[in-house]
C-alpha cells in the first residue's frame, strides 16, 4: 500500500509547531498505513554557533536558532536543498513568512511530484499590478497542484506547549483536506473543514494589519474598550475588503476560528502587536526605533508580516481610492510609515486622520 510522503517546506516558529504535531501524528501507529513516518524538513540553512542549522536540528531534534524548546520529534528530517525536500513529496506544507515564497515557487516550478497536494499556513498575499495573488493561488500558479489552506488561532508557543486551538482548513478538494485533517488533527488541535479557502486565507493575512493597531492602543497605554473597539472595525474591515475583492467570499468565515479567533488571539498575544506596542512605546519615550530594528531585537530572527501585508494592502486601497471605505487600514498604515503619529489610531472614525 502506498504511503504518502511529507515535506514541511519551513523551519520557523508555526513550521516547527505544525511539524511537532504532524510528526507525532504520522509516527502513530493506526496511521501508519497512510503516512510515512518520516517528516522532511526544508531548512534555509545558516550557520548556528558553528555548525549547520540543517545539522543542529538533525541533532538535537529541536530548532535552536528559531524556535528552542519544541521538540521535534526524531522523525523530523531536517534537509537544507529545497528541490530535495520536495521531490516524491506527496503532501507538501507551505510554511515560511511570505514575502520568501515566490522565490520558492520559483525554484520549485516544474520540480514537484504531478498530482501532490499542498495545504499553506503562510498569512499573507503578494500585490502585482494586475492585483492581489493569494500564497494558494500562487502555489497552484507556478506548480500546478492543488492547494488548500490552513488558518485560525495559532500562535505557535502556545501549540508548542500542547495547548488547545482550534484551526480551520479551507479547500477547493475536499479529498485532499481530509487528508490533512488526519495529518494535522491532535486531541489538543481541533480542525475543521470550510468550503470557503479564499475566506479563510484573507482572513489570516487582513488579521495581521489589525493586531498592529491593537498593538499601538496597548503602547498607549489605553484599556480593553479601545482594543475592542479597533478588533471589531477591524473586522468588519477584514470582511468588507475580502468581499470587495472576492465577493463569492462567505460571511460566515469571519466568525470562525480563522475569523474573529485568530484576530482576539493575534490582538492579545501575537508578534505583530508585541513589536507595534514596543514601537509606540519607544517614540512616546523619545527613542525611536524602526519596525525593522524592533523586529530582529525583539523576534531574533523571526519574521513580522503585518507590516509588509499593510504595504501591499494598502496599495490595493490606493489604487482603487477605497480609502473612505478602509479608514483603519489606512490609518494603521500611515501611522507605521510615520505619516500620522500613534495617537491617532483613535482617530480613523472622525476621518480627521485622513486630512493630514
Ligand atoms: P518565522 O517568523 O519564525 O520566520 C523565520 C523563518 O524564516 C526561519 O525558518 C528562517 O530560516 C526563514 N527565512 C529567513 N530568511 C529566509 C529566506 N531568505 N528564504 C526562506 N526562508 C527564510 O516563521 P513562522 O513563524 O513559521 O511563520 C511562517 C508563516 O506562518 C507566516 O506567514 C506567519 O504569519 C504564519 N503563522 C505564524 C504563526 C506563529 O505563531 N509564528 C502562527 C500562525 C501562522
Ligand atoms: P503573529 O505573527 O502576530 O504572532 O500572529 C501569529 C498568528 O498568526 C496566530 O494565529
Known amino acids: 500500500l502506498a504511503r504518502y510522503k511529507v515535506a514541511m517546506i519551513g523551519s520557523g516558529a508555526w513550521a516547527c509547531a505544525a511539524a511537532h504535531m504532524m510528526a507525532q501524528n504520522t509516527a502513530q501507529h493506526d496511521l501508519a ?11 534555509h540553512d545558516e550557520d548556528y554557533k558553528g555548525r549547520s542549522l540543517v545539522q543542529v536540528i538533525n541533532e538535537e531534534h529541536e530548532n535552536l536558532k528559531y524556535f528552542p524548546g519544541c521538540r521535534l520529534g526524531p522523525n523530523v528530517v531536517a534537509e537544507g536543498s529545497l528541490e530535495a525536500a520536495a521531490a ?4 507538501l506544507i507551505f510554511c515560511l513568512p511570505h514575502q520568501y515564497m515566490l522565490g520558492v515557487c520559483q525554484q520549485l516550478m ?8 499542498a495545504i499553506s499556513l ?3 498575499m503578494r500585490v502585482q499590478p494586475e492585483g492581489p495573488q493569494l500564497i494558494s493561488q500562487m502555489v497552484r500558479r507556478y506548480l500546478n497542484i ?18 488547545l486551538s482550534e484551526a480551520v482548513i479551507g479547500y477547493q478538494n475536499l479529498d485532499h483536506a481530509e487528508r490533512f485533517k488526519k495529518l494535522f488533527e491532535r486531541p489538543y488541535f481541533r480542525i475543521t473543514l470550510l468550503p470557503d479557502p479564499v475566506g479563510a486565507e484573507m482572513c489570516g493575512t487582513l488579521k495581521n494589519i489589525v493586531a498592529l493597531g491593537a498593538g499601538m492602543v496597548d503602547g498607549l497605554g489605553m484599556g480593553p474598550n479601545t482594543k475592542a473597539t479597533i478588533i471589531r472595525q477591524g473586522l468588519s474591515e477584514m470582511r468588507e475588503f475580502s468581499k470587495a475583492l472576492y465577493p463569492g467570499v462567505h460571511d460566515q468565515t469571519f466568525l470562525e476560528g480563522c475569523g ?12 505583530n502587536r508585541l513589536v507595534a506596542c514596543a514601537w509606540t512605546k519607544a517614540q512616546l519615550e523619545g527613542n525611536a526605533k524602526s519596525f525593522g530594528t524592533l523586529e530582529a531585537e525583539i523576534l531574533k530572527g523571526q519574521k513580522l508580516q503585518g507590516t509588509l501585508t499593510s504595504d501591499e494592502v494598502q ?4 489604487r482603487r481610492a477605497w480609502e473612505k471605505r478602509f479608514p483603519l487600514f489606512t490609518t494603521i498604515n500611515r501611522i507605521i510609515n510615520g505619516h500620522l503619529p500613534p495617537k491617532y489610531i483613535t482617530n480613523y472614525i472622525e476621518g480627521g486622520a485622513m486630512e493630514i
Open 122 to 124: 503562510i498569512k499573507g
Open 260 to 271: 474573529v479567533g485568530d484576530l482576539v488571539a493575534t490582538c492579545a498575544g501575537g508578534r
Open 146 to 163: 492543488d492547494c488548500c489552506v490552513l488558518m485560525g488561532a495559532n500562535i505557535a508557543t502556545d501549540i508548542a506547549k500542547e495547548e
Open 110 to 117: 516544474g520540480k514537484v511530484k504531478p498530482g501532490a497536494a
Open 33 to 43: 498505513d497512510e503516512f510515512l513516518t518520516d517528516v522532511t524538513m526544508w531548512v
Open 88 to 91: 516524491d513529496a506527496d503532501l
Open 315 to 318: 496599495e490595493i486601497i490606493k
